[in-house]
C-alpha cells in the first residue's frame, strides 16, 4: 500500500482513501456498501471520508458500521456543513457526527465548504476549541482558495490546518496553478475528490473522458501497455503528485479491487507526456 503524510504531522495516511457520497441513501444497497468499505480497510484503504450532508447523516451511520470494531484501524474524515459554520454551530455539528458515528474522536475534521453566512474565525475558533476538548485531532478544510487557507491558518492560531479537500482529475487540473504549490509550501496535504471526473448530470462540468474521445482513447491505448484499464491509469495519474492523497468512491468490493490495482506501478515518461499534451491544466 502507498501511504502519504499527513501534512507536516508525524502521521501516514493511504494515499487511496475510500469516499462515501451517495452512502447511506438507499437501504437497499447497505450492504455492499458496508462489504465494500470493510473489504477496502482490509486491504490498506483506511483512509475513509465522509460527510454530515451525505445522505443526511446516513454515510456516518454506515460508516459507523462498517468500523465499529475495526476503529484504530481506520483514519477517519468527515466534514460540517457550510451552513453549520457559526462557533456553536460547529460545536453542535461534531458533536452530531461523534454520536452518529459512535467513535470517542474524528480523526480529521474538514469546514466542507466556505461559508457565505458565518465567519471563518467563528469556524475555525470552534475547530480548535474541539481539538483543545480532544474530540478532533487535526483540522482541515474543503475548496478552499490560497486566500481562505492563510486566513484558516490565521484563526486557527497554533492549531496547524493540516488537509485542503478539493476536486482534482484530468479534466479538472486548476488547483495546479496555485493551490497545490501553496499546498506543498505550507505542509497542507492536498485530498483529491472525484478523480474521475465530476457527474456531469449532478454538477454540470466536464466529467472523465467519454468513450470514443481522443483523450479516452489516449488512455487506452497507456493502459493496454500496463495491462491497466483507463480508471486505473487516472487514477495512478493523479497519485503521481508528492502531497497529495485522493478518495475515489467505490460502492462494491469490485470497485475497490479495481482502486487497489491503480498502485504498485509507475506511468513512463512518455505515458506522461502523452496525458500531459492531451489534458492540459488550461484546458481542463
Known amino acids: 500500500m502507498l501511504y502519504r503524510r499527513l501534512g507536516n504531522t508525524d502521521v501516514s495516511i493511504s494515499a487511496i482513501g475510500q469516499g462515501t457520497w ?40 454506515i460508516v459507523s458500521k462498517a468500523i465499529q470494531d475495526i476503529r484504530n484501524d481506520v483514519f477517519l474524515v468527515t466534514k460540517v456543513s457550510a451552513k453549520n459554520c457559526s462557533y456553536k454551530g460547529v460545536l453542535r455539528a461534531a458533536e452530531a457526527s461523534l454520536e452518529r458515528l459512535k467513535i470517542s474522536h474524528i480523526d480529521l475534521y474538514l469546514q466542507h465548504w466556505p461559508s457565505q453566512q458565518h465567519d471563518l474565525s467563528e469556524t475555525m475558533g470552534a475547530m480548535a476549541e474541539l481539538v483543545s476538548r480532544g474530540l478532533v485531532k487535526y483540522v482541515g478544510v474543503s475548496n478552499f482558495s490560497t486566500q481562505l487557507m492563510q486566513e484558516a491558518q490565521y484563526h486557527l492560531g497554533s492549531v496547524p490546518l493540516v488537509c485542503n479537500q478539493v476536486a482534482y482529475h484530468l479534466n479538472d487540473r486548476s488547483i495546479e496553478n496555485q493551490i497545490l504549490p501553496f499546498a506543498k509550501k505550507n505542509g497542507v496535504t492536498i485530498m483529491g475528490y ?11 462540468m466536464k466529467g472523465f473522458p467519454p468513450v470514443g474521445s481522443h483523450g479516452r482513447m489516449v488512455l487506452e491505448l497507456i493502459g493496454a501497455k500496463h495491462g491497466k484499464t483507463v480508471y486505473q491509469v487516472a487514477l495512478n495519474w ?8 485522493t478518495i475515489p ?10 482502486n487497489l490495482s491503480a498502485i504498485g506501478w509507475e506511468l513512463d515518461k512518455d505515458d506522461l507526456s502523452q496525458i500531459e499534451s492531451n489534458f492540459t491544466i488550461d484546458n481542463a
Open 194 to 204: 472525484s478523480p474521475f471526473g465530476y457527474a456531469p448530470h449532478v454538477f454540470g
Open 238 to 245: 493523479v497519485l503521481r503528485q508528492e502531497g497529495l492523497v
Open 22 to 61: 451517495k452512502f447511506g441513501e438507499d437501504k437497499n444497497k447497505e450492504k455492499d456498501e458496508i462489504e465494500a468499505l470493510r473489504y477496502g480497510i482490509a486491504n490498506g484503504l483506511t483512509l475513509i471520508d465522509t460527510a454530515e450532508e451525505y445522505g443526511n447523516g446516513g454515510a456516518e451511520r
Open 249 to 258: 468512491k467505490a460502492a462494491n468490493k469490485a470497485h475497490i479491487f479495481d
